[in-house]
């Protein structure tokens, strides 16, 4: 099934670069954002004083935001605290977003508790408690409390705990730290390498600051701080052309911001050598260069890498060996609920049921949820963690939000799927999105935002999983290059 969505739609659709770069600040500003009193080593953890850190945030030269973090003393441990602002310009319209990250640590810092809020088009809390060797969390949004247990290998900390972990062993060139880390953005394990590279002066309003320059490693994104003797963040760097200056309060909140209406959406976009001027191309051939296309996951399914050349294929639903549903033999992975998947949720079943009816083909039953998504769901930015239950409830949304509740719909019935993220084409160049894959037999790409089954060849998939996967695309942005080869 296939239907000409008008640009308008997709463009308001294509928002997945969004979650890219806030990941990115929360993690950019996390991992150095502790007091000016705790320097590189003349200070000791137990004589941490108060004090809050401020630091502007700019993209492109013009400033869209600003961050402030605070350390508390507590009786056993410390209160680590970060809130971010920004305004953003999507797809023609501004967007404001603001997170909250609180957490409880131990006096070596170890993760105790943390409550983390997202305040957007919708209001997003996660709270989470170690005991024992579990990490017990409890989601709420839009009225909805979901609760999940992540098993532990060891006590994780948050990325807000780095900085000081770091001072208290010293700053010295040369000097390498690995530590396990819980992103509670993506509700994920992961790991950040941390390397002090040299020293060097960096300019700050006239005035000359010798600092250390410190490289972290997260997921493929490479973050450079510039930390001075006394301990405070001078100034960060990241992929996407965002910066992170220190400033004061006063600063922070009311200087400089700008009036730009740069597009962060369209200024990411992938530019291309040649329009393709055929509607949903059943076949595409791309050169794909200046990334390590061994990161990623090519040749599965309708997608044939080559050495640097990658043909698409899209898929034939004639030649599907289609069954009925429930399937019984396994793909677990893909038939389990997640914390933002409630495919167990009562509500999600009961609206799958409703929209298939007595239908037991899966690739009719498929046909029928893509439709219901497309037309139910109204196509707008949205500023949320992808949550299916929300999505159900508000009916609004972009890629993620289309999918996530299609994979959750699909999910409830007994059909296996996942979600995808990549590039897909639009007038002239190619943008991030996410979509969906189901299994009917064989997988199957489909894209409920923008009616099609299977989806058109114009439609790259470089990772599959939700956002603590998708957060890998930060990888290509503002670095693939891409000419089309041939398409039909």
Known sequence: ????????????????????IMMVILVQRTYFSIS???????YAASQLRPREEWMGIYWKNDKVGYTVSTIRKKMHGYEISEQVLMNLTMMGTSQSISTQVASQVDDSFKLKSFEFVLYGNLATK???????N??????SSEGNVNSSVIPLKGIPCLSSSIKPMILAQGLAVGKQFTHALFDPSTMSNTTIEVMVEGKEKVILKDESIECYRIRSAFKGITIRSWIDKEGNTIKEESPLGLMLVKESKSDAINENWSDSTKDIITAS???????????NPSYLKVKLENVDLKEFSFSQGRQKLRGDVLEIFQEKTSEVNSYDIPFRRGFTEYLNPTPFIQSDSDAIEKKAREIIDDEKDVLKAVNLITRWVYRTIEK??????????????TKKGDCNEHATLFVALCRSVGIPSKLCAGIVYNQGGFYYHAWSDVFVGSWISVDPTMN????????????????????EIIKLIGVLKMEVLDYK
């Open 134 to 139: 579990e990490l017990h969390l409890e989601v």
């Open 380 to 393: 707008e930015p949205t500023i949320s963690i992808p949550n299916a239950l929300d999505v159900l409830k």
């Open 1 to 20: 099934m296939k239907e000409r969505v008008s640009i308008s739609r997709l463009m308001r659709s294509i928002i997945l670069i969004f979650w890219i």
């Open 269 to 279: 976009a992938v530019p291309v050598n040649r329009a393709i001027t055929v509607m």
């Open 452 to 471: 099609q089954l299977p989806a058109d060849a114009t439609h790259i998939r470089f990772v599959e999983g939700e956002l603590d996967k998708q957060i």
């Open 126 to 132: 996660i709270k989470g408690k170690v005991q024992g």
């Open 36 to 42: 000016d009193e705790y320097t590189q080593s003349s």
